[in-house]
């Protein structure tokens, strides 16, 4: 089905019309239409062009009022102040534009597609090998993942990468210590779930850190085996592999655990870009990009500059030969804009890292690999805290494992389902909490800007009052409950009916729903789409309150608020989908 034209662009066009009608030297002029308390929509665009034209405001709005065409579009357009347009929409215009919308049978209301998709390739979720994942990796993923959402719904091709930390000096040290007890993985039954595969290998490394920090004989085979793992030793790299592997059990059983989709195709570490590396060094010394300095590979930047006053370079190659982050990222770049033909790198990085991808990018920049049709672009968060105000830890002052408090959020989020529940098994209240704790965290992450800092505050993530999933997931429910009660009425719009004030607000605020994606999607932010959603489940409270459904005066009445039901319904299920949150039929 085609898009369907939202009411505002509508209005916007019979204004730019008028106006041009108007002033015709003016050409086409934007009427700055915004959504008003004072009418359904303002116009403010005549003050700016009339004093453009050295023309009374006033006037040329008078003007203006007089050559729009109305039709069955517009109710009232008003003068207001010193030449405001107060712009009213007919009751059947707004009901005929949902209807529009809800015979969408392509599940998009009527949302349109990009006009100009590109390629972006889209890096979050990058949790390390053989550590586990703790609430610091929680936005990276929850944020990514949204995103992913929203541009792949706009029609945008998404690539994703996880750049997992798969490489480094302590992997000689893991390896050198599972070669010497070679049963510390081995595992008593076939299966074994995440968690126990990262808890024998967190295991393993505290165990390989101790005798590395105590036996200097030990530190030695260790940093040994590093040259043999960067050299390519079969034996050294087939003990790698194990490690990279037992991690990836877990990771899968995390995300799965957020009810995200990570698929291993999408999983290219730093190991992924290693013969790439020199290739990568040569081309930035030869361009000149790059200069020896101390016997490194640098960069260096005018504007980064130390305590000391000195400049602070991005060191590519260390002077031992050794390879840096910078190295891996910048090869990951060439990789993506030359080999998946990438219009946007987008990464979804802690802001703590700012000073490092700026200094990556700019370096990009200057050897060709980024430029004006491709871009990079760092989608900077910030610190998930604790009630006190302070980083999230645990009481012994280490970082909260992401597993334990998921599972607490679960636990949380059914107490409250079976507070709640009605004739739901046992089974169904179990699969209701993880929806509705999965759902609290997300939420509670998404519904604020990422570059923010937020407190992680369980209790109020599953309240069922505020601006809480909860309180949106039980919007949606109760619709469902209401639709399954309406025995023979359907849901059918009536244009011809006049609309109850709290109909109006909430088929307006419907309307604006495929230009709030679009913004979201646009600017990566999936705060602005979490406040639509909240905003429409508070319009429909309101509207619950004011105007019967099943009780409405006429057959007639009923369908049409039934229609209205169902396309909020439509539109909150729509909507949470986009922010990876569930809407269970039943709470």
Excluded at 41 to 62: V, Y
Excluded at 385 to 396: A, V
Excluded at 436 to 443: L, T, W
């Amino acid at each position: 089905m085609a898009s369907v034209t939202s009411l505002s662009d509508s209005v916007h066009q019979r204004l730019a019309a008028a106006l041009s009608a108007a002033l015709p030297q003016a050409g086409s002029a934007d009427p700055l239409l915004r959504r008003s308390d004072r009418a359904d929509f303002q116009a403010n665009g005549i003050l700016a062009l009339a004093k453009k034209e050295k023309a009374n405001p006033r006037e040329l709005a008078t003007q203006v009022v007089s050559r729009v065409e109305s039709g069955e579009l517009l109710a009232e357009v008003e003068v207001s102040g010193p030449g405001f347009l107060n712009i009213t929409l007919t009751d059947r215009a707004i009901t005929q534009n949902l209807a529009a919308r809800y015979a969408d049978d392509t599940g998009r209301l009527g949302v349109p597609l990009a006009e100009h998709p590109g390629t972006t390739v889209i890096d979050y979720a990058q949790p390390n090998v053989a550590k586990e994942m703790h609430v610091g990796h929680l936005r990276s993923a929850v944020i990514g993942d949204s995103v992913v959402q929203l541009l792949e719904f706009t029609g945008e091709q998404v690539v994703r990468r996880h750049h997992i930390g798969d490489w480094g000096t302590q992997f000689g040290m893991l390896i050198q210590y599972l070669d010497e007890h070679p049963h510390e993985l081995d595992h008593r039954d076939a299966e074994v779930s995440g968690e126990e595969a990262m808890s024998n290998l967190d295991r393993l490394y505290k165990a390989a850190r101790k005798l590395f920090d105590a036996d200097e004989e030990f530190k030695t085979r260790a940093r040994r085996r590093v040259v043999d793992l960067q050299a390519g030793d079969p034996q050294t790299l087939a003990m790698w592999q194990k490690f990279v592997d037992e991690s990836k059990i877990y990771f899968f059983s995390v995300f799965e655990k957020l009810d995200m989709e990570i698929r291993d195709a999408d999983i290219v570490g730093e190991s992924g870009y290693n013969d790439m590396l020199a290739e990568t060094c040569r081309l930035l010394e030869e361009s000149g990009v790059a200069v020896r300095s101390e016997g490194a590979l640098c960069v260096f930047f005018d504007d980064v500059k130390g305590p000391d006053g000195k400049p602070v370079p991005l060191i590519v190659q260390k002077s031992d030969g050794g390879y840096g982050y910078a190295a891996t990222d910048l090869s990951a770049i060439r990789d993506r804009v030359f080999g998946l033909k990438a219009d946007t790198l987008l990464y979804v990085v802690d802001a703590r890292q700012s000073l490092h991808f700026k200094m990556v990018f700019e370096t990009a920049r200057r050897a060709g690999w980024l430029n004006e049709d491709v871009k990079a672009v760092q989608l900077a968060f910030g610190t998930v805290l604790g009630k006190d105000g302070k980083p999230f830890k645990t009481r012994e002052g280490e970082t909260v494992r992401l597993v334990d408090l998921l599972d607490e959020a679960i636990d949380r989020a059914s107490a409250v389902v079976r507070e709640k529940a009605q004739d739901l098994s046992e089974e169904e209240i179990a699969e209701r909490g993880a929806q509705v704790g999965i759902g609290a965290v997300k939420y509670a992450d998404l519904s604020t800007s990422a570059n923010r800092d937020y407190k992680f505050d369980l209790d109020q993530m599953v309240s069922l009052n505020g601006d809480t999933s909860v309180y949106l997931q039980y919007a949606y429910a109760r619709i469902r409950s209401i639709l399954r009660k309406a025995g023979a009425s359907r849901p059918a719009a009536h244009p011809e009916l006049e609309l109850h004030e709290a109909e109006r607000a909430l088929g307006l605020h419907l309307d604006s729903f495929a230009e709030t994606v679009a913004e979201a999607a646009r600017e990566y932010a999936p705060h602005k789409l979490a406040a639509y959603l909240y905003q429409l489940a508070s319009l429909y409270t309101t509207f619950y309150d004011k105007c019967p459904v099943l009780k409405a005066e006429t057959g007639e009445q009923i369908e049409n608020r039934l229609f209205l039901c169902d396309v909020t319904a439509r539109t909150l299920h729509r909507g949470m989908a986009l922010l990876g949150i569930r809407t269970p039929e039943r709470l």
